[in-house]
């Protein structure tokens, strides 16, 4: 099971959630408060340099072959990566992974809540 890593402040889990939430919207990653972290004279390469962060963040939640489709690590891993990175809707994740739209809230929020211990 993949647990959050270490305790998150809540708010920073909030910029995660608004950040990769945008992924593909250089101007509103540009607005986000993870921005702050990075050299912001460089303009949009830092929104650039924050999506593959966060991108990054995603791969790592990857258990690689070695795990079962089925298991929690993998679902959770192909939610984020089928939704944001995907860019699929909430109702088409859970239809491609054959859950619950209930379980997907549940997976995301501990999906995001891996990201920001990620990042």
């Known amino acids: 099971m993949v647990k959050q890593l270490n305790p998150v402040p809540e ?24 921005i702050a972290y990075y050299d912001t004279a460089q303009g949009q390469t830092s929104a650039h340099q924050l999506r ?28 984020m990566h089928l939704h944001y990175v995907g860019d699929m809707t909430l109702q088409e994740t859970a239809h491609e992974l054959g859950i619950s739209l209930r379980q997907v809230y549940r997976d995301l929020k501990r999906g995001q809540e891996n990201i920001a211990s990620i990042m």
Do not use: F, W
């Open 52 to 79: 593959r962060d966060l991108m990054g963040a995603i791969e790592t939640l990857n258990p690689g072959k070695v795990v079962s489709m089925r298991s929690t690590q993998a679902r959770l891993y192909n939610l």
């Open 11 to 34: 708010y920073y889990i909030e910029y995660i959630k608004s950040a990769i939430g945008n992924l593909y919207n250089i101007p509103e990653l540009l607005k986000t408060p993870l």
